[in-house]
């Protein structure tokens, strides 16, 4: 019903910057919190950061300063910029999404991630 896509992910310099985005498509009434999360390998999938219909923020320490999340609720799109990128910021990054469906039900969404590898 509802189809979360990813993409801007790649290989990428330590220092240097990346832009993710992450576009809802299907039978959406309206979108509340959109995120980001990401799982290293070997790791459990942790918050990176998560934006509400409004516009409130919300970061893991370890990316305050250097990411920032946007959105564009006509576009049901997020978009995650990476800047000052570091080897520990290598993961699979996943879209997640708060979705209330044309039939009025709520669901909560993943996207199907994107790679991101940072060089030392």
């Known amino acids: 019903q509802v189809q979360l896509v990813e993409s801007g992910g790649g290989l990428v310099q330590a220092g240097g910057s990346l832009r993710l985005s992450c576009e809802a498509s299907?039978?959406?009434?309206?979108?509340?919190?959109m995120g980001w999360y990401r799982q290293a390998p070997g790791k459990q999938r942790e918050l990176v950061a998560i934006?509400?219909?409004?516009?409130?923020?919300n970061y893991a320490d370890s990316v305050k300063g250097r990411f920032t999340i946007s959105r564009d609720n006509a576009q049901n799109t997020v978009f995650l910029q990476m800047d000052s990128l570091k080897p520990e910021d290598t993961a699979v990054y996943y879209c997640?999404?708060?979705?209330?469906?044309?039939?009025?039900?709520?669901?909560?969404?993943w996207g199907q991630g994107t790679q991101v590898t940072v060089s030392s």
């Open positions: 299907g039978s959406i009434f309206s979108i509340n919190t």
């Open positions: 997640n999404a708060d979705v209330r469906t044309t039939a009025r039900v709520w669901l909560n969404n």
């Open positions: 934006i509400t219909s409004g516009g409130s923020t």
